[in-house]
């Protein structure tokens, strides 16, 4: 079955760094965008970033441009989201997702269990 499963959250001083890694199992990691959500206390999950399937292509919010990375590696199945210049406004819960083909008629969506995410002095 699909499983995607995040790690690398935590508690991070403002300014600071951490990577978040999903690990892929159960579908043709190769072929598919993956995508990092986050959702903060109260508020509505937001997209932070996708990847396209062989990594070529990645987009990214306003609110995270040019402190955050997406990227990942097919061989290890994992997606990977690099945190830069961390601010307390990213505090949240990191989602990894992707949108699975399960037959020819029938996409699902699949979510990670999350990650925390503090960032706080």
């Known amino acids: 079955q699909v499983q995607l499963v995040e790690s690398g959250g935590g508690l991070v001083q403002p300014g600071g760094s951490l990577r978040l890694s999903c690990a892929a199992s159960?579908?043709?990691?190769?072929?598919?965008?993956m995508r990092w959500y986050r959702q903060a206390l109260g508020k509505e999950r937001e997209l932070v970033a996708t990847?396209?399937?062989?990594?070529?292509?990645?987009n990214y919010a306003d609110s995270v441009k040019g402190r955050f990375t997406i990227s990942r590696d097919n061989a290890k199945n994992t997606a990977y989201l690099q945190m830069n210049s961390l601010k307390p406004e990213d505090t949240a819960v990191y989602y990894c997702?992707?949108?699975?083909?399960?037959?020819?008629?029938?996409?699902?969506?699949?979510w990670g269990q999350g990650t925390q995410v503090t960032v706080s002095s």
């Open positions: 997702n992707a949108d699975i083909w399960i037959t020819i008629f029938s996409r699902v969506s699949y």
């Open positions: 159960g579908f043709t990691f190769s072929t598919y965008e």
């Open positions: 990847i396209s399937p062989n990594g070529g292509s990645t």
